[in-house]
């Protein structure tokens, strides 16, 4: 049965709801104001950050005689090329040698890196076992130990393996990364269900198979993340290398400007290799992260939201 309002009971007819309306808020120029001072800001961010690389850019086209002879923001005839050339050309072409060693040492040991994280933080997070966690601490604790503090010690441990001035020298301590064993633990907690390798155990898959055919797909973000962090860092390592090198055929691209900068006083010639080389190191970086942004930017989100 409906419940229906009943009318007053005198004759005056029944008074109208008020509607009152709601002031309107006027603009005011704090919000104008406020948009201008942050993109401001931003825009000054922006100049900042891009003027190394914009000099950079500008300084790799100049021949040696407009290095000096033009201030360093200022256009002279593009000598890019000829400058390229002359980089490759040098010393028989060790720069293309040290470039090859940086993409062996970053690309290789990034994706063996990468692989040795997974499998700990997978391990980590998916299986039971005694002292699991007091071992998890302690490779968080690795974290906030400096790799200059270890570079000694790893190459007196190199030293009496044999393996001083070698490229196991750089690439196998490059395999421990604690920072993305914390990171695949992270991932795997948030992609892999348990439920899933379960069902996958249940249709007689293997644990390895398991985490090959089930697991690794899942994890295919975090891969490429961690991947991403262990190739800058390989990339831009430099202290690991100086301390085990000796050959300068073994040198990655960082160490060999390095020396060839320590030289400028006596060869004013190496300024344009030094620029040139330097902007030409940055480029795998650049190309790497354009590449694999849309992975890195799912892959930073992982865990956030549960």
Excluded: C
């Excluded at 249709?203 to 090959?212: H, K, Q, V, W």
């Amino acid at each position: 049965m409906a419940l229906t309002a009943e009318a007053p009971a005198t004759g005056a007819p029944a008074a109208s709801p008020v509607r009152t309306a709601t002031p309107r808020r006027r603009p005011t120029g704090t919000s104008w104001s406020s948009k201008a001072a942050v993109n401001t800001i931003l825009a000054i961010v922006a100049v900042y950050t891009l003027m190394p690389l914009s000099w950079l850019l500008l300084n790799a086209t100049k021949s040696n005689g407009d290095l000096f002879g033009r201030p360093g923001f200022q256009l002279a005839d593009f000598n890019l090329f000829a400058n390229l050339s002359a980089l490759f050309a040098h010393q028989d072409g060790i720069f293309g040698r040290w470039m090859a060693n940086s993409m062996l040492y970053s690309v290789v040991g990034a994706l063996a890196s990468t692989l040795v994280s997974l499998l700990a933080g997978y391990a980590f997070d998916k299986y039971h076992f005694p002292g699991k966690e007091k071992l998890y601490g302690l490779v968080l604790l690795g974290i906030l130990v400096p790799h200059t503090v270890l570079s000694l010690p790893m190459y007196l441990m190199a030293s009496e393996t044999g393996l001083v001035n070698s490229y196991w020298a750089v690439l196998i301590p490059g395999l421990v990364n604690p920072f993305g064993v914390y990171l695949a633990r992270v991932f795997a907690e948030s992609y892999v269900a348990g439920e899933t390798l379960e069902a996958a155990r249940l249709d007689g898959a293997s644990e390895l198979r398991t985490f090959r055919s089930v697991a690794l797909p899942m994890l295919s973000p975090a891969f490429v993340t961690i991947f991403l962090f262990s190739f800058t860092a390989s990339w831009n390592n430099f202290f690991l290398p100086l301390v085990m090198l000796n050959d300068s055929a073994l040198y990655p691209v960082g160490l060999g400007l390095f020396n060839w900068n320590a030289t400028l006083a006596q060869e004013p010639q190496f300024y344009s290799f030094v620029i040139t080389g330097s902007l030409l190191s940055i480029v795998p970086l650049a190309v790497a992260f354009i590449a694999l942004q849309r992975y890195w930017r799912s892959g930073l989100t992982a865990g956030a939201v549960k």
